[in-house]
C-alpha cells in the first residue's frame, strides 16, 4: 500500500494538495508517483508569478526511466516554487510529502479545493 498522508487532497495525475493556513496550496507528486518513476534526476519547476489553468503541465520530472510532467492540480498564481528540490531532485524519491513539494499555488477559486479527491478516493484510483 502507497503512502497517503488523509491529511492531503489528490488528483489523477498522482500531485498532492496541502492547503496552508493563510489559504496558499502546497503541491507535490505522490509517493506512488515517484515509486513509479524511479530515481528522479531532474526536475524542471514553473516561473513564480505565473497563472495556470487547472491540468494544465507545469512541471517535469525526470527520473533514470522517463520523463513525467506534473500537472496544476488548481487553478491559480504560481507564488513560490521549491529550489531546493532542482538542486536536490532526488528529494522527490526520498520524502514526497515533506521537503520535496513542488510549487506553491494563490488559488483562483479556494472552493475548488474541496472538490478534489480525498486520500481514500485517490487511493481507490490506483
Same mark, same amino acid.
Given at each position: 500500500m502507497s503512502n497517503i498522508p488523509s491529511d492531503l487532497k489528490y488528483v489523477a495525475s498522482h500531485e498532492w494538495l496541502k492547503l496552508e493556513d493563510n489559504g496558499i496550496i502546497t503541491v507535490g507528486?505522490?509517493?506512488?508517483?515517484?515509486? /513509479?518513476?524511479?530515481?528522479?534526476?531532474f526536475? $524542471? /519547476?514553473p516561473e513564480v508569478g505565473r497563472n495556470v489553468a487547472a491540468d494544465e503541465e507545469v512541471a517535469v520530472v525526470e527520473s533514470?526511466?522517463?520523463a513525467s510532467d506534473v500537472y496544476a492540480p488548481i487553478?491559480? $498564481?504560481?507564488?513560490?516554487?521549491? $529550489? $531546493?528540490?532542482?538542486d536536490s531532485p532526488e528529494l522527490a524519491n526520498e520524502?514526497?510529502?515533506?521537503?520535496a513539494w513542488f510549487f506553491k499555488v494563490k488559488p483562483a477559486?479556494? +472552493?475548488?479545493?474541496?472538490? /478534489?479527491?480525498? +486520500?481514500e478516493e485517490y487511493e481507490g484510483s490506483l
Amino acid at each position: 500500500m502507497s503512502n497517503i498522508p488523509s491529511d492531503l487532497k489528490y488528483v489523477a495525475s498522482h500531485e498532492w494538495l496541502k492547503l496552508e493556513d493563510n489559504g496558499i496550496i502546497t503541491v507535490g507528486i505522490t509517493d506512488h508517483a515517484q515509486d /513509479l518513476l524511479g530515481d528522479v534526476v531532474f526536475v $524542471e /519547476l514553473p516561473e513564480v508569478g505565473r497563472n495556470v489553468a487547472a491540468d494544465e503541465e507545469v512541471a517535469v520530472v525526470e527520473s533514470v526511466k522517463a520523463a513525467s510532467d506534473v500537472y496544476a492540480p488548481i487553478a491559480g $498564481e504560481i507564488v513560490e516554487i521549491n $529550489e $531546493e528540490l532542482v538542486d536536490s531532485p532526488e528529494l522527490a524519491n526520498e520524502d514526497p510529502y515533506g521537503k520535496a513539494w513542488f510549487f506553491k499555488v494563490k488559488p483562483a477559486n479556494p +472552493a475548488d479545493y474541496d472538490s /478534489l479527491m480525498t +486520500a481514500e478516493e485517490y487511493e481507490g484510483s490506483l
